[in-house]
């Protein structure tokens, strides 16, 4: 669905990625991790056709990535690192829901009972449903994600594109969101595309997981690449990590919290 062939960046004489190849199959959950510069944001903008890069290219079933937004063959869900929602504004939740149906028309446009209990629906599935008639300036950063996505499932993506969606978002909750996510995407055949620095959790839920440091250090299932040794070539030997899967014990994000270590 989505192929990335020998993509190289130059930014001011820098080589910021570099020789980048990978394919992620439909539906596939994936998760993208590296070290703070490793070239994770810059890697997803060129997925979403927001970067050209210097040398190679992306394509999404076999189009360019504007032509697969252009042409309406596909739809992206698309969650930046930097808010596009400006978080001050005196909008409330359902404004930002529904932002993608006032927008053309100003923000008193009526919406539809169909878009409302569409809107209630992704709310309730993230958990902020209780917020709908509150002021985004009064939420919690962990809420303003989890209404970030719910605005992104809004128009029923094939696509979903997140970078880092959980940095604020309590631990609990962040599983919830893996849960969701893995379900979305086997349930609807979502492909999700995910950057996140919770290397450890997150490898119970995905299908496979790029570790990325300017060149793409290893890319497949958890259970299939030495893990363990790939994060220390990427983030370097200071690491200490721990690797949750079905052995994990009394463990917030244990699949058995009956047991008492790890
Ligand atoms: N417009 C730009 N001009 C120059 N350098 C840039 C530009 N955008 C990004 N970079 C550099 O490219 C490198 C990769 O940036 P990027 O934002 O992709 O990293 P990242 O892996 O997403 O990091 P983080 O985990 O901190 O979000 C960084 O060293 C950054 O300073
Ligand atoms: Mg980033």
């Not at 878009?115 to 993230?126: G, M, S």
């Not at 969606?165 to 962040?174: G, R």
Request: hydrophobic share 40%.
């Amino acid at each position: 669905m989505i192929r990335a062939k020998d993509i190289t960046l130059f930014k001011d004489n820098r080589k910021i990625l570099d020789s980048i190849d990978f394919h992620v199959n439909k539906g596939e959950f994936v998760a993208i991790i590296g070290p703070n510069g490793a070239g994770k944001t810059t890697l997803i903008k060129v997925i979403v056709g927001l970067i050209k890069p210097s040398k190679g290219k992306v394509e999404i079933d076999g189009v360019k990535p504007e032509d697969f937004i252009k042409r309406r063959r596909g739809i992206i869900g698309y969650l930046p690192q930097k808010a596009i929602v400006n978080w001050s504004m005196p909008l409330k939740v359902l404004d930002v829901v529904l932002i993608e149906k006032v927008r053309p028309f100003g923000l008193f446009k009526r919406y539809s009972k169909e878009d409302l209990e569409k809107a209630e629906y992704w709310l309730e599935v993230f958990g902020v449903k209780d917020k709908i008639n509150s002021y985004i300036k009064d939420l919690s950063g962990g809420e303003q994600q989890r209404v970030s996505l719910a605005r992104c499932m809004f128009n029923d993506p094939e696509i979903l594109i997140l970078d880092e969606p959980n940095t604020a978002v309590d631990a609990v909750y962040n599983v919830k969101i893996y849960e969701t996510l893995k379900k979305l995407c086997d349930e609807r055949d979502m492909t999700t595309v995910m950057v996140t620095h919770d290397i450890g959790a997150v490898t119970m839920y995905v299908d496979e997981v790029m570790c990325l440091n300017v060149k793409l250090h290893c890319h497949g299932s958890p259970s299939l690449i030495n893990y363990s040794e790939m994060l220390r070539t990427v983030y370097g030997q200071g690491l200490n990590i721990v690797i949750h899967g079905e052995q994990c014990k009394n463990c917030a994000f244990g699949i058995n919290n009956d047991r008492t270590t790890h």
